[in-house]
């Protein structure tokens, strides 16, 4: 009996353990084994502009460029270097669930604090991000970033990723450069706020001519009756009411406003889906 009861301790000891271990495992099963906070020594091109000390870095975990197209997209990354640190990312496993904080842990991993830019294509949420800090992001605003995945992102639609890339660094480069690039749907708010205003003025130009005229004071004193009659007004006392008014002492009330710190990085950028 006493041998039974040692055996089935056993035998549940080492189910536990088991099961344990599977618990374990199953999470990383379904996972991606690409992570560039753990894997910086394997990017496919990791270099510096011997020049300025910026630094390319490319790192396609979700494996959508061909080993020529990442050649090629690093000679379009190049020229950035002069201005700062670039790099491109791909990824099919965003743990963040949200395509800019994946893009800030990815920037800070690789550039630290260091002026750059990056653009991540995110295979998990079916998006683009271009994301940047330091010196460039004083360039590269928020209202860029969002400007240029606006131009690319039907690229990555119709599944040619090296040209979404290639085309969004090309855009960077010529704003770091001091050029212009297209900004459709800041023309497309323009025009519609112009149609808006004319809307509006049309409206206030149409309402002021369909006003019927006000008849004026002579018009009005000339048609009254002539006749004016006058009688003593009477005072007539209805009630009496007492009320009781205090003497108050003066108070005087102060507030203040609290503010709160923490560190935060000031980095940011733009992002759509595709």
Sequence with gaps: MMKRNILKRSLTVLLTAALLIILCLVPYAGASAFSPLDMKEDADVDKLNPDTGFRLVIYDGADILSASQIKQLAEDMSPVTDYCNVAFISTDSNSYGDIMRYSENMYYALFGSSSG?????????????????????????DAYGYDITDNI?????NGDYYSCASSGFDQIYRLLDGQKIARPMKYICCALMAILLSLLINFIIV????????????????????????????????????????????????????????????????????
């Design 117 to 141: 830019t990056m653009i991540i294509i995110d295979m998990d949420e079916r998006e683009i991000s271009v994301y940047s800090d330091g010196a460039a992001h004083k360039v590269i605003t």
């Design 207 to 274: 309402n002021s001519a369909s006003k019927i005229q006000n008849t004026s004071g002579a018009e009005m004193l000339e048609g009254a009756s002539k006749k004016l009659g006058f009688s003593t007004p009477q005072v007539v006392q209805t009630g009496q009411t007492r009320t009781y008014s205090p003497q108050s002492s003066g108070s005087s009330g102060g507030g203040g406003h609290r503010s709160g710190g923490g560190g935060h990085h000031s980095g940011g950028g733009g992002h759509h889906g595709f």
């Design 153 to 157: 992102y039907r690229y990555a639609s």
